[in-house]
């Protein structure tokens, strides 16, 4: 029936509806198509731009040639800018793809294989050998894959054909200012189809501001080096905030009636405030009477597994901008201490929306008056903000979780009905 709420006095034909959501997914799939569409025509032109740019910066016509000679785009990169696993899975499929029995093994060994450099990379930088065998085994599987793309050719065809080219474009200066310096040639300068690099994943900027050379053979080597690389992710974490006496956070239990407004990552409050919300550890003790402030993230919505994070989870996140990817580095660094799986839910929530579903909830949420930012497909604090304000008016758990279900109450929402 028609509601005479906020939703009822804005009604909009389910024809009109239908229309305009098509018409942002064709747009959507047009964006996409024109891409590869360009990256057939307009390469060699942008080419000569950006040699003429590289030069500017005070490359080498040397550099530049070895570096670009014979290039054309990479479409496999531009698929795989657009299915970032972070984007397309849910969290328990991440965890458990990123996380194994093996890969647990394999880092306690290589945690006592390591012990002294480990211990020396500590009394230098500070930080725990745990968190740095986690990183390196969730980057590269402790060395053992790389990448195998061509570093010079995916920058270009992302800083070419992605969301985010002039970011891309700048590493691609970076990449090519560390050829010119001697530190890798072209043909070994092979990483992930996004431009990272060596056994902990450098993308060229943090290469060039943060490699070491830790086992003093004049070179900054992050591919063949286990002491440079670790100890190069130990002088990054340092740099970037890391606390080498705390942890990045915990696995919590919630009560019922907790406000879930409250789980939200620009949110800190002090360890004895989540206390008196009734947070507690996953045993039902109380919460560490320590000086802290946490956030409490629910990387499944209400439904699903609870973390209240510190400021170490934050440094991983500046390592790589996924909540998913810092939940695994703390949670596989506990694992390799000798602590236990997670004890969370697994709701049975659905699959993760599509980038063109989150593209079309962003959109909807708009058109209901709410501020999602720009309609990106990226389920950021913006739009989770606006998700939360929408939750709250219908009468549900206000978590700021994006599923199916509320893209379909969201859709019957902008037709004029109730969404409750």
Request: glycine fraction near 10%; proline fraction near 5%.
């Amino acid at each position: 029936m028609f509601s005479s709420g906020r939703f009822g006095r804005r009604p909009q034909s389910a024809g009109r509806f239908v229309a305009a959501t098509l018409l942002v997914l064709l747009l959507i799939g047009l964006a996409g198509g024109n891409d590869l569409a360009r990256a057939d025509t307009d390469f060699a032109t942008w080419l000569a731009d950006f040699r003429a740019e590289a030069r500017a910066a005070g490359l080498s016509d040397a550099t530049i040639d070895r570096a670009l000679a014979g290039m054309s785009p990479n479409r496999r990169v531009l698929e795989l800018d657009r299915h970032q696993p972070e984007f397309t899975r849910t969290f328990w499929e991440y965890l458990d793809n990123a996380i194994s029995p093996e890969r647990i093994a394999e880092g306690r060994r290589q945690l006592a294989a390591n012990a002294d450099l480990l211990a020396a990379i500590r009394a230098r930088y500070g930080v725990q050998p745990r968190f740095l065998v986690a990183l390196w085994g969730l980057e590269t599987g402790y060395g053992s894959f790389l990448g195998d793309f061509p570093v010079p050719q995916a920058l270009a065809t992302l800083a070419y054909g992605s969301r985010r080219a002039d970011m891309f474009r700048s590493q691609l200066i970076d990449a090519l200012s560390l050829i010119e310096a001697g530190d890798i040639s072209p043909g070994r300068m092979r990483g992930s189809w996004a431009g990272a690099m060596g056994q902990v994943q450098f993308m060229p900027s943090t290469y060039r501001r943060f490699a070491v050379d830790f086992d003093d053979d004049g070179r900054r080597d992050l591919w063949s080096s286990v002491p440079d690389a670790l100890a190069s992710g130990a002088h990054y974490l340092s740099e970037i905030g890391w606390r080498g006496d705390e942890t990045w956070g915990r696995e919590v239990r919630l009560p019922e009636d907790f406000p879930w407004v409250l789980a939200d990552l620009s949110l800190e409050l002090p360890l004895a405030e989540w206390q008196r919300h009734g947070v507690r550890r996953t045993d039902g003790r109380e919460l560490p009477q320590a000086d802290l402030t946490a956030s409490l993230i629910l990387p499944m919505g209400h439904q699903g597994p609870a973390f209240l994070v510190y400021d170490n989870f934050r440094a991983i996140m500046t390592w790589n901008n996924s909540s998913y990817y810092a939940l695994a580095v703390g949670h596989l660094a506990d694992r390799l201490a000798g602590g236990g799986p997670l004890q969370g839910p697994r709701p049975a929530i659905g699959r993760s929306l599509r980038f063109q579903e989150v593209t079309e909830l962003q959109t909807l949420l708009a058109a209901l008056g709410y501020d999602p930012g720009e309609a990106d497909g990226l389920t950021g604090p913006r739009t989770r903000r606006a998700l939360r304000s929408f939750q709250t008016e219908i009468g549900v758990p206000a978590d700021g979780f994006p599923t199916l279900d509320i893209l379909g109450r969201l859709r019957t929402a902008q037709n004029g009905y109730s969404a409750r």
